[in-house]
């Protein structure tokens, strides 16, 4: 087995984190306190191909694979949480959806434009609810000839106020549960389509989370993605490809905090000497490290099963529970290092913690991952191949 990025993947690695420090890392924590949605650092995000490096090419796309679509995710991720989730939940979700499921027609129609960023998308599946419990939406669309009226709300919708494009599900067989859902592709500007309040959140604040309003949204039967009652199964293989996408995403958050924990430690001086010098801040950082080794090691293998066809759910659950828990340790351990600086909104630290809280919760729970993993384990058993 390689573990070495080859020519190519360091090139996406490197040119990121160029436009990171150049377009993001000065402009962050502005956007972090106003809320501020960055919309045209996503534009420039598209049309320098990060949004599509992994689609194809006759797309507009970079044809490459899925591990360079998770070093875009955390390398954006590394320095402003919310512009890499923005973009991982547009690709992942939005983009995946329409890629892996829809027609050669709706796919021409548009990923072009999202995956150059000159449209941005929002996945619709969860409600108010329906969480976890994805198959007990309420949203309904009812086929009345060649259209299709949807009605019902979604809720935690990334990109929700913002996005041009909006993949939905909805029960179209109310009698057959998760057999009874469809997916459905739902253009900005159709009336009916609308948006409750803007969420506020514990972090990601750049990050735009909405609720969307489906009233009486009436679209050709023609949008619908594949066959009617095949939603919910495209749903879930979408998750199972997010779920790289956000260890990615996790990854980035806890490498940006203990990079910047590991340069204040040689810098803070108590007792006469760097912080960096005393054991306890020593083994923080140690364990720091090696947890965000190994949930790398576990992206890379999620993503590389992922690309040669194989079953890949249990794998991108473990990545995914494995980076979201290392970010959330990772950045409550750095704000430990900067002590009191890291409990203020002068430094960094305070928000990668409240971002990384995410990262366990979206896209499923640490607790469903849990499930996907032992439910795949008890009966498939365990190997390593």
């Known amino acids: 087995m390689n573990f070495e990025l080859d020519q190519e993947h360091r090139q996406i690695r490197d040119t990121v984190a160029n436009f990171a420090e150049r377009e993001i890392k000065p402009h962050c924590a502005h956007w972090d306190k106003s809320g501020h949605f960055p919309r045209d650092v996503i ?14 090419e006759r797309f507009g796309g970079g044809g490459a694979d899925t591990l ?36 050669d027609e709706q796919r021409e129609r548009y990923l072009p434009d999202m995956i150059a960023g000159k449209k941005l998308g929002a996945w619709c ?34 990109n929700g106020s913002v996005a041009d494009v909006y993949v939905v599900t909805a029960v179209t067989d109310s009698s ?14 159709t009336p009916g389509l609308s948006n409750g309040r803007k969420i506020e959140k514990l972090g990601l604040r ?26 919910y199964t495209q749903a879930m293989k979408v998750l199972e490809g997010g779920r790289i996408g956000i260890a990615g995403f996790a990854i980035g958050i806890a490498r940006g905090a203990f990079e910047d924990a590991a340069a204040y430690a040689k810098e ?20 720091m490290a090696t947890r965000i080794e190994a949930s790398w090691m576990l992206l890379y293998r999620a993503a590389a099963l992922k690309d040669k066809g194989r079953p890949f759910g249990r794998q991108a659950a473990m990545a995914k529970l494995y980076a979201s828990e290392t970010a959330m340790w990772t950045t409550t351990k750095a704000v430990q290092i900067h002590g009191g600086y890291g409990y203020v909104t002068d430094f960094p630290m ?5 971002d990384a809280k995410l990262a366990e919760i979206g896209e499923g729970t640490s607790e469903v991952q849990r499930m996907i993993i032992a439910k795949s384990l008890l009966k498939e058993g365990y190997s390593a191949d």
């Open 43 to 56: 534009e420039k995000i598209g049309a320098l191909g990060f949004l599509g490096v992994s689609f194809p």
């Open 68 to 103: 360079a679509q998770a070093l875009v995710v955390e390398g954006l991720s590394r320095f402003d949480a919310s512009v890499g989730l923005t973009c991982a939940a547009h690709m992942s979700l939005s983009c995946g959806h329409i890629a892996g499921f829809a027609s």
């Open 350 to 354: 305070e928000r990668y913690m409240r």
């Open 206 to 231: 750049a990050s735009d989370t909405a609720e969307v309003i489906l009233d009486n949204v009436s679209i050709p039967a023609a949008n619908l993605i594949g066959k009617a009652g095949e939603g």
């Open 176 to 189: 057959a549960r998760r057999g009874g859902i469809s997916a459905f592709i739902v253009d900005r500007g």
């Open 125 to 158: 599946l969860t409600e108010p609810s329906s969480g976890s419990d994805a198959a007990a939406m309420r949203t309904r669309a009812v086929r009345d000839g060649d259209r299709y009226t949807i009605s019902g709300s979604k809720m935690f919708i990334t």
């Open 268 to 287: 803070r001086r108590q007792f006469g000497r760097p912080i960096a010098d005393l054991q306890a801040i020593q083994w923080m950082l140690a364990d």
